[in-house]
């Protein structure tokens, strides 16, 4: 049992993830958003989530030269969520 609240716990973490970029998308006027590299490449279980979303291809992310990263939902990324309703 102990597995599956591991899985539910790393789903909401991409949903939530997913979620403030798609949000963010449509505030800034599809700008990517910056963040630190101790966002992104802190935690464990958060590195592991926007490595998962990068590689499906629901999110970019670009180095800019002082740590920080531009990162932003891709397409795929905005049609998951409204296709399926949820942030994933």
């Given at each position: 049992?102990?597995?599956?609240g591991?899985?539910?716990?790393?789903?909401?973490?991409?949903?939530?993830?997913?979620?403030?970029?798609?949000?963010s998308?449509?505030?800034?006027?599809?700008?990517?958003?910056?963040?630190?590299?101790?966002?992104?490449?802190?935690?464990?279980?958060?590195?592991?989530?926007?490595?998962?979303?990068?590689?499906?291809?629901?999110?970019?992310?670009?180095?800019?030269?002082?740590?920080?990263f531009?990162?932003?939902?891709?397409?795929?990324?905005?049609?998951?969520?409204?296709?399926?309703?949820?942030?994933?």
């Open positions: 049992m102990e597995r599956m591991q899985f539910n716990r790393r789903r909401g973490l991409r949903r939530e993830i997913l979620g403030r970029l798609y949000d998308w449509f505030e800034r006027g599809g700008e990517p958003t910056i963040m630190g590299g101790d966002e992104i490449n802190g935690e464990n279980e958060k590195k592991l989530a926007y490595r998962y979303l990068a590689e499906k291809g629901l999110l970019r992310m670009s180095p800019v030269g002082d740590g920080s531009e990162v932003s939902i891709t397409v795929q990324g905005i049609d998951r969520i409204e296709m399926t309703g949820d942030n994933e």
